[in-house]
């Protein structure tokens, strides 16, 4: 009788997963939002991962020439670290339900990300005041390319860090902001790892 019953349960109704909560507890889900960064995060990273694949191809070519790394790399470096700290703070103040710091680690992480990207902007300067040109060294164009499609992903993510800031401007509460300042804390967290392996990885080609 046991097994027919298993073989007869509808675990979609309502009825049937109360009663299997009853006798399991109840079942572990994560917020769609949640669901659906992951999902599109996993499409980054192999979209990366392919980059990263055609750069280590074409290094193989005898007209690959290395890029010097400059300073200013390092320091940016340093400012995304800062920006993603600014945003882990804001995340465990929107936990805490502390508002005002939630703000202020948004725009913390938020101004140093642009800055990021502005120190990044400088770095092609750099580069091209010593001589360096995409269209004539593939190292560089593959490197500008890795660079411009972090920096998209970034400036996506300045988007939702503003959409956020604004509510908290219009008067929500670090309660009711608190899932969009975590998921923006994740995406920075994500970007930051995944520009510590695109650095790496100039470093040692």
Known sequence: MGIF???TSKPWLESQVALDNVHHGGTYTLPTAKIGLRVFLGVVTV???LFVVAYSDRMTLPDWRPVPEPLLMWLNLVVLFASSIAMQWAASSARQGRTANVEAGMLIGGACALAFLAGQIMVARQLDALGYFAPTNPALA???LLTALHG???LGGMVALGRTVLRVWGGYEAPQ???SVELCAFYWHFLLVVWLVLF???LIT
Do not use: G, P, Q
């Open 177 to 179: 902001v608190r899932m």
């Open 47 to 49: 979209m990366f991962t």
């Open 142 to 144: 593959f490197m500008y």
């Open 200 to 202: 790496v990885w100039f």
């Open 5 to 7: 019953s298993e073989l």
């Open 152 to 154: 998209v992903h970034l």
